[in-house]
């Protein structure tokens, strides 16, 4: 028997999710087990491929004030003083400015920030929520991130050079995953270093860790440009040793991801396939006959569960913020750590407000690609605008978040930053199936079930 007619007669939410998903990815005939089995694998995947390494040979430590020197973006962030900041990295780059190549051992650095003994950033990272173990703000989290990888890439590129400064602007945050939970009241350490060189652009994988243990990982895109003009300027390029198996399977593995990402922006415009048109059909004739379900007088006896269909539209929220002087960055505009922080926020609370549940119900689990399009002055208003997308049978939500500048007159809207997140709800909560009623609706609706397929099939490979 065909796998999406033994799901449509489950009487569950993969008739109508799942049974699409399987359609479209060809998985091929037989029993329900085998999508079941794929979502457990989805949902189970929690450990970085390839790990980066640790601290190279002839790296030193540096304490409190003099991590300000090497790590100053960062150092800027951390409210309290550099007290208690631990700084693991290899010396600056070398005398040769021009030297053509460098390696990772040239990059790598790891920051262990002080949680449990500097009480000013532990309230201003710890959530605010009364439990025996806060945890720390997924949103402050980005911010650092941000930051700290953009210090690598400063090092790489030699931004600080007398002889030709640049700058280094983040183009796009790729594959950030979450695979543990950050303590509130113990310290963590992000690691980070270069892994991939292009002619302008450089791509910074970052790692958190809290007691030794892996908690997150990313991979960050930047561009080097000119101080003056912002023209894309020449980097060093990323020398490995053929002898180091895992550096050659970390720097393939962004070139593929890169590719593509390439790929997939090229195909953001493309009109729907006939085999959209067909998922979309399909949602909206299950929501139909759900609807007509709920309507009519149900027969007792029919204990089969009713499925739950909402617009996406209706769950839309936007806010709108003045940027101020206190959130710039070196370049004069709004640091895009913080941004992303904003967004963050906005996106949890249409999560919350969604499956109208208690905070501590739902976790963030995933943060999908994250793109800078164009840079926020000081002074515009800033809309934010979060809305679900998309829900999985395995109890995910996926939220666009877009981010842009709202004229003071026209009360125009201009996209300049894009992400998606994915939270993950407990097991006694289902969250409602999302419909789009507009075409644009649709168009999100559809990114969200492709990039869906695409973890599937990653899992199955």
């Not at 390439?262 to 399909?282: E, G, M, N, W, Y």
């Not at 996406?312 to 505009?333: A, F, P, T, Y």
Request: glycine share 4%; aromatic share 8%.
């Amino acid at each position: 028997m065909n796998v999406t007619k033994v799901i449509a007669s489950s009487g569950s939410r993969a008739g109508t999710l799942y049974a699409i998903l399987v359609r479209r990815t060809r998985l091929g005939d037989g029993s329900s087990n085998s999508v079941i089995g794929c979502k457990r694998s989805l949902a189970n995947v929690g450990s970085s491929p390839f790990p980066l390494p640790q601290a190279p040979s002839g790296s030193k430590k540096l304490f409190d004030e003099d991590t300000t020197t090497v790590a100053p973006l960062t150092c800027k962030l951390v409210q309290g003083g550099a007290k208690g900041l631990a700084l693991t990295c290899t010396p600056l780059i070398r005398e040769d400015h021009d030297a053509p190549q460098r390696t990772w051992e040239d990059t790598w650095m790891e920051m262990k920030f002080p949680v449990s003994t500097n009480p000013s950033f532990a309230n201003q990272v710890q959530t605010p929520y009364n439990s025996p173990d806060p945890g720390i703000r997924h949103g402050r989290v980005f911010e650092l991130l941000d930051a700290f990888t953009a210090e690598c890439a400063m090092r790489h590129s030699n931004a600080y050079s007398l002889q030709q400064p640049k700058t280094c602007v983040t183009v796009s945050i790729n594959a950030l995953q979450y695979f543990h939970r950050l303590s509130g009241s113990e310290d963590f350490s992000i690691r980070a270093c270069m892994t991939w060189v292009g002619k302008s652009t450089m791509n910074v994988s970052a790692e958190v860790h809290q007691n030794d243990q892996l908690v997150s990982a990313a991979n960050v895109l930047f561009a080097a440009r000119t101080v003056q003009g912002h023209d894309p300027i020449a980097v060093p390029k990323l020398h490995i040793d053929p002898a180091d198996i895992d550096a050659m399977r970390r720097h393939k593995r962004v070139s593929r991801t890169i590719s593509r990402l390439k790929s997939k922006s090229t195909k953001r415009f493309d009109p729907p396939s006939v085999q959209d048109t067909i998922a979309l059909h399909d949602l909206n004739l299950a929501r139909r006959r759900a609807w007509k379900h709920e309507s009519t007088a149900a027969d007792p006896s029919d204990t089969s569960p009713v499925q739950q269909y909402v617009f996406s539209e209706q769950h839309e929220l936007r806010h709108v913020l003045v940027m101020h002087c206190d959130q710039r960055n070196i370049h004069g505009k709004i640091f895009g750590g913080y941004l992303m922080r904003k967004a963050f926020e906005a996106a949890w609370t249409s999560t919350a407000l969604l499956l109208k549940c208690e905070p501590m119900q739902f976790k963030l689990t995933q943060v999908g690609e994250i793109l800078f399009l164009k840079p926020v002055s000081i002074g515009t208003l800033l809309e934010i605008i979060s809305k679900p997308t998309f829900t999985t049978e395995d109890n995910k939500v996926k939220v666009l978040v877009r981010c842009g500048i709202k004229d003071f007159v026209t009360q125009s809207f201009q996209t300049c930053v894009m992400l998606t997140f994915e939270f993950e709800c407990h097991p006694n909560i289902s969250p409602p199936i999302l419909v789009p009623q507009t075409y644009d609706a649709s168009l999100e609706w559809l990114s969200a079930l492709h990039d869906t397929e695409d973890e599937m099939m990653g899992i199955l490979e």
